[in-house]
């Protein structure tokens, strides 16, 4: 970790501070001015060029001011910024507003999304809680044209997965039902590894649908999983980063191509680190669509029982102070809510 001297630090925050402001690069003369520094011009030029040297900063043109690189916010997130809370008047409003909406988890869902984007002016993300330990509830196979068998599966927590079958040699109704009465006998309340494991003598059919179920059960894991709730796209493809429409289409990948956001989420965020809040600056060297962008995240709910997903998208010149802390408030409420669900 770099070594930074108290007036440098200063210098750092008071130019990520100008620049999420203004959207400009940021001279000595504005920082002397503007926040009134007891101390030259040509020192705080001074020290810019040494936050320059060390990677902090960034000088967009020959005669232009300074804005911050990548490393510089990550510094000021990780070493500067320190802990930060919502005013108490704003926790007031946004808790009063999820009361309103009583223990209807798709209200509670969409105003989380409205409240986050609203708050962070940032694009917001929102997944239902769900199971993290997913069991078999139920199995129907429908036969349908020919070969092709539908497989509707029922998992713990409502979730429902349905999938075509392709079966070798045609298979009548009556032997699909007596398969499936067999498999919902011996698989109720199961987990992946459960059913994976079982030892029956089963037909050839059987055992192609019990290693499906195994394996739509495994992913049902998830981090990710059901409906995906979303709001303020809009403001943010405004900002004046997205402009291009280059960085736009990244952006709009990481909302809407539901595998990446799988990967990143899966990759981000783990069970053990519900409550807390992760922060990934420009793609982190890891995922080139988000050079332009800058994710807050956490997981929220109950270790064991029931945990979903929430965050903020939007330029790299992000409020996080304010996103940071929005997010992880919302969070809070809504692991409130996972523990009200299930002790009800």
Not at 84 to 90: A, I, K, N, R, W
Not at 209 to 220: D, F, G, K, P, Q
Request: with cysteine.
């Amino acid at each position: 970790m770099l070594e930074l001297n108290e007036r440098q630090k200063l210098i750092l925050a008071l130019v990520i501070r100008g620049h999420i402001e203004t959207t400009q690069p940021i001279g000595s003369v504005y920082l002397v001015e503007h926040y009134r520094l007891d101390f030259s011009s040509a020192t705080v030029r001074n020290e810019m060029v040494a936050l320059t040297e060390m990677g902090l900063l960034r000088q967009p043109h020959t005669s232009a001011g300074r804005v911050p690189s990548e490393e510089g916010y990550r510094y000021f997130v990780r070493q500067l910024m320190g802990h930060t809370e919502l005013p108490s008047t704003t926790k007031r409003m946004i808790a009063h507003q999820f009361y309103q909406a009583g223990h209807d988890v798709d209200r509670w869902m969409r105003l989380a999304a409205s409240v986050l984007a609203q708050h962070s002016q940032a694009a917001s993300l929102v997944t239902a809680p769900h199971p993290e330990q997913s069991r078999f509830k139920h199995l129907e196979l429908i036969s349908t044209l020919g070969r092709q068998v539908l497989m509707v599966l029922v998992l713990s927590g409502g979730d429902v997965r349905q999938q075509m079958l392709s079966l070798a040699e045609p298979v009548t109704q009556e032997q699909l039902s007596q398969a499936a009465g067999r498999i919902n006998e011996k698989c109720l309340d199961l987990g992946a590894e459960a059913i994976a494991r079982l030892s029956e003598a089963w037909s050839a059919l059987e055992v192609d649908v019990l290693r499906l179920i195994a394996e739509e059960t495994e992913h049902s894991q998830n981090i990710l999983a059901g409906e995906v709730y979303r709001d303020g796209l809009a403001q943010v493809l405004a900002e004046p980063e997205f402009a291009e429409m280059e960085a736009a289409r990244k952006a709009l990948r990481v909302f809407e191509e539901r595998p990446f956001l799988e990967d990143l989420l899966n990759r981000t965020l783990t069970t053990a680190n519900v409550g807390g809040v992760q922060v990934l600056i420009g793609g982190e060297g890891t995922w080139e669509e988000l050079r332009d962008c800058s994710m807050v995240l956490a997981r929220y709910g109950v270790p064991g029982l029931a945990t979903g997903t929430l965050g903020v998208l939007g330029p790299i010149r992000m409020a996080y102070g304010q996103s940071i802390s929005t997010v992880r408030f919302i969070a809070g409420l809504l692991s409130d809510l996972v523990v009200d669900l299930h002790t009800a």
